[in-house]
């Protein structure tokens, strides 16, 4: 039996982004198992976790987390393997050996081995035939405190894509060239002309075949998306998706309302941890240390201002030489108590944007 997903990717691999484009270790500080693990279990994670799975890593998501890691056994699994093919040339290209690629479907076969401290599943659960069954696949491959990212389609973010795909698919329009042809000749000021100018994923063949014509997509509201995490044993942790509110239980009342007022939001983007008997609480003496990822972008003589895009909700403000240098002297680790009442309040806002660690 021919699996439609696996024959979409390999038709259209996603994303396509040019085998030279590169991204600074700082801009992967949301990705490192060691600022993660530190959040969200209060201690750095034990030499066992030090192992990564990206289940449905697409042509590049690999070479990011190998940027963030370098230190990481890393796995990537993909259905395609047009699109490991190239995920595999990316990060040769750009010096990342520290993955390994297994091709095929993580939900019906074996292709995971082991447990890992860390898994990536970005916009691949809405993919599968069975959700469920492929989160509670990757929920018996988490070590306990492992944490898991998903991102999940919204449906009211994806109002105007599902409407476009459902009407392509009635007209019989299957290939990129026909539903360009007809995109071309969108009525301004029309749905489809409005969806266009707000959406960047048309711009290429690979986003208008992932976005209008993959053959199967499941959306969810926030009580589905909860339905979905209750039928495991996995922890809630944090929204990460724009404009995210930091506690979880105060981003659910925010999203209800929203879905309330039929208003547009974004796709959620979660983290999740591994259910474990009794959690550590945070510790009243603790240690606090740079993300690993940021080192090099707070020399002593880098000067200017350093911008990070934001990856966990919350806004990152340019950070000044000044910023930097305070930053510097977490380089190493220091004790908390040891800092003055002003510190402290700089420390738990970079905490919060997870650019400095805290753990017992």
Known sequence: MTNPVKEHYQKHPYPTYPLIASVRRCDTYALNIEALWARFNHELPPPEANRILIAGSGTFAPYPFAVAN???????????????????????????????????????????????????SFGVLHHLEKPLAGLKKLESHLMPGGILRIMLYNRYARREEDSIRRAFKLLGINSVEKART????????????????YSDEPGTASGLADALLHPRVHTYTVEGLLELISQTDLELLMFAHSDALENPEDEILRLKELEQRREFSGNYVIYLRKNISKAKPK??????????????????????TLRIPPRLGVANSPLSYSDRSFLRQFVKPVINKKLSDDEIKKVLYYQRLLLLLEYS
Request: charged residues 20%; positive net charge; proline residues 3%.
């Open 182 to 197: 007809l995109l071309n000749k969108a009525v301004s000021g029309s749905r489809l002309s409005n969806y266009l100018n």
């Open 70 to 120: 370098p230190d990481a056994h890393i796995t990537a699994i993909d259905l395609s393997e047009r699109s490991l093919r190239r995920a595999r040339w990316h990060c040769l290209l750009h010096g990342r050996h520290n993955i390994s690629y297994n091709c095929g479907d993580f939900v019906e076969h074996d292709v995971i081995q082991g447990k890992f401290g860390m898994i990536d």
């Open 283 to 304: 510790p009243a003496e603790s240690v606090l240390m740079l993300n690993p990822c940021l080192i090099s972008s707070v020399g002593r003589f880098k000067f200017g």
